[in-house]
RNA sequence: CGGGGCGUAGCGUAGUGGCUAGCGCGCCUGCUUUGGGAGCAGGAGAUCGGGAGUUCGAAUCUCCCCGCCCCGACCA
């Protein structure tokens, strides 16, 4: 039972002045959390418990599921980040530290290598297998620029799971394992919730998918169809394109076009010139970029612009990607800077990638290589040739959905788990083979599975606080049930301890209010803040023999006898979800 | 890393060259109060982020450094 009297709590009448997000401010308010450094938090004991229920329910969905719980240490030696080249590739985020004798060592980001490592030192046949592991576990990541609060820490608790199977089937079997786990687990957390295909970026592998609770202070965006229930990453987010058949289109026709930069001032000369209907989506843009020192054209629609993040995550292979600059510009002087088109790129020698939008078949307005020229009637396949197409251009609310074409909306959330399909990347690079059937070496193929557990603290709060403070759902709460005694005679406190015992007796957890001396209007503040959900009033109703029982999150109050509290709670907790 | 803002007691803040750095919350003592962050009286608590400089005099002006927050870049 958690007593106030005792507890060690100081609640913040004033918000925190270096908090902004919701879940940070009442975390910090109501004394679960205090700032040490950027993104690195001390959590006092409302916290830990807090933290805690969210870690137990995530293990035993892990158990349930089959999973084995392991545990590494956080302070790893470089070994083993260097066989996969991580000790370097992942740069500047990493904690890099060193012993006494000068030894490299680093603070855990991720434990891929250290999974694949411990399976293989134990086991070496396919028997063995599948298998899959998890840990709950202190991570550390120097975050350039660490936010939010507890969103997104340089220190952070995360359980992560890795699966290892024969064959591809299996991996796909224990990814579909994992996925079903989360699902359960993150219903069970109360939460609300989105999967979204995701793009698996730098880590390699093949199918991805994360985990994100919607909540305005998220920093991902996502789509989402409302129809069908489609949801994708931005990066993820795939683009239908209607045939086009361009047989009936006039030939390319160049025409005059001065002082016509950029595509609002394209478009409001076309409509003077040839009487109107023009818009920007009938523009092509050919945006010029750097991709790892090679140039590279990329063609999109007048009125969007390229987002990097997709392009990058749709193209294999290429590392970084950058604008070109003037002094790009200056080594290919075929390209007139805002009257570039793709009709001349094979003579200048540069590939020519594209949206799907500008599919064969597809007329457009563009640039003509040369100085105050346009050309229009340009047709993709006809008057120039696209070497590859790639989702480039940048998502807009209301753009049609993959599955079903209805209007799309955009989102934002909180990214709280995220599984995918790692492939044998890892397993290669250090060496994790068994023998199968036929006694010949197979390397491993593995799954990565992550849920960010104190990051779900905050993406909770996130989705479940109100203006006066936090509302827990019941499995989560650092109590179930919290008792006020108000007034000053003995009776309310006698009987509010009788209740607390009686609840605890029933296997329901109490924070009971027992401090003497201490006014009504504080208690019911603080418990209104700390944001446990069922709060019950012993004061003024005593009279008649009844204590008053609210709902936190709802409002909802009823007096019940003294009796019959106890009853009434048990019944109520399960009605709370 | 680029842009913006900020740093005064545990928390929130006032104080733009001049006396002992002010106020609210919280904390301690006493009395009163007890259903919505009580009242009165008394009290403790501050190297004004750090260093250097300008000045008779610096929280206040200058320079350097450190830290924090927000936007962006980045983020298995």
């Not at 075929?334 to 949206?355: F, S």
Request: charged letters at 25%; proline letters at 4%; glycine letters at 8%.
């Amino acid at each position: 039972m958690l007593r106030m009297s005792t507890l060690f709590l100081r609640t913040l009448r004033d918000d925190p002045a270096d908090a902004e997000v919701p879940s940070h401010r009442l975390l910090v308010r109501a004394g679960y959390i205090r700032r040490i450094a950027a993104g690195v938090y001390s959590w006092l004991p409302l916290g830990v418990i807090t933290l805690r229920n969210i870690e137990n329910i995530v293990r035993d969905e892990m158990d349930k599921a089959g999973f084995q719980e392991v545990h590494f240490p956080a302070l790893l030696p470089k070994d083993a980040y260097e066989v996969t080249g991580r000790w370097n590739d992942y740069g500047p985020d990493l904690f890099r530290l060193q012993d006494r004798k000068g030894a490299d060592y680093l603070l855990g980001p991720t434990h891929e290598e250290m999974f694949t490592l411990m399976v293989k030192g134990e086991y070496s046949s396919y028997k063995d297998l599948p298998l899959a592991l998890y840990q709950i576990q202190t991570k550390y990541r120097d975050e350039a620029r660490p936010r939010s609060g507890i969103i997104r820490g340089r220190e952070f608790v995360m359980k992560d799971s890795y699966s290892f199977d024969l064959t591809d089937e299996g991996l796909v079997e224990s990814y579909m394992r994992h996925r079903a786990a989360y699902i359960k687990t993150f219903d069970r957390l109360r939460m609300k919730y989105n999967i979204v295909s995701a793009v698996s970026g730098a880590m390699g592998g093949s199918a991805s998918e994360e985990f994100l609770a919607p909540c305005e202070t998220g920093e991902d965006t996502y789509v989402l169809c409302e129809k069908c229930g489609y949801a994708a990453n931005v990066e993820a987010m795939t683009t239908v394109v209607a045939a086009s058949d361009a047989s009936g289109v006039a030939a390319l026709e160049v025409f005059d076009s001065p002082n016509t930069p950029t595509i609002d001032t394209l478009v409001g000369l076309l409509n003077a010139k040839f009487g109107g209907g023009y818009d920007g989506s009938m523009t092509l843009k050919n945006v010029m970029l750097m991709a790892d020192k090679t140039p590279i054209s990329v063609l999109v629609p007048g009125d969007r612009e390229v987002d990097l993040k997709r392009l990058q995550a749709n193209l294999a292979g290429v590392n970084d990607i950058s604008v070109f600059e003037e002094a790009d510009f200056a080594k290919f002087p075929g390209l007139l800077k805002g009257y570039i088109g793709p009709q001349d790129a094979k003579k200048n020698g540069i590939t020519v990638y594209a949206d799907p939008r500008i599919a064969p078949g597809t007329s457009w307005v563009t640039g003509a290589n040369a100085k105050d020229k346009h050309a229009r009637n340009v047709v993709s396949g006809r008057d120039f040739t696209v070497d590859q197409y790639v989702e480039a251009a940048q998502i807009k609310q209301g753009d049609a959905c993959p599955k079903c074409e209805t209007p799309v909306i955009i989102d934002r959330a909180i990214e709280i788990g995220h599984i995918f399909q790692l492939g044998r990347k890892y397993a290669d690079a250090l060496g994790l083979t068994v023998l199968d059937q036929n006694g010949k070496s197979q390397v491993v193929t593995m799954g990565s599975y992550g849920i960010g557990v104190s990051r779900a603290v905050a993406a909770i709060a996130e989705q479940s606080y109100d203006e006066i403070g936090l509302s827990w759902p019941v499995e989560v709460a650092p109590a179930k049930v919290h008792v006020v005694a108000t007034g000053k005679e003995d009776v309310v406190f006698e009987t509010a301890e009788k209740i607390s015992a009686d609840l605890e007796a029933r296997g329901i957890s109490v924070m009971i209010d027992d401090r003497r001396g201490t006014s009504p209007g504080v208690k019911f503040k603080d418990a209104e803040l700390i944001g446990i959900p069922v709060i019950v009033v012993v004061g003024k109703a005593l009279e008649q023999g009844n204590v008053e029982i609210r709902v936190r999150k709802s409002g909802d109050k009823s007096e019940v006898a003294v009796a019959s509290a106890v009853d009434f709670i048990a019944g109520l907790l399960p009605t709370l979800s």
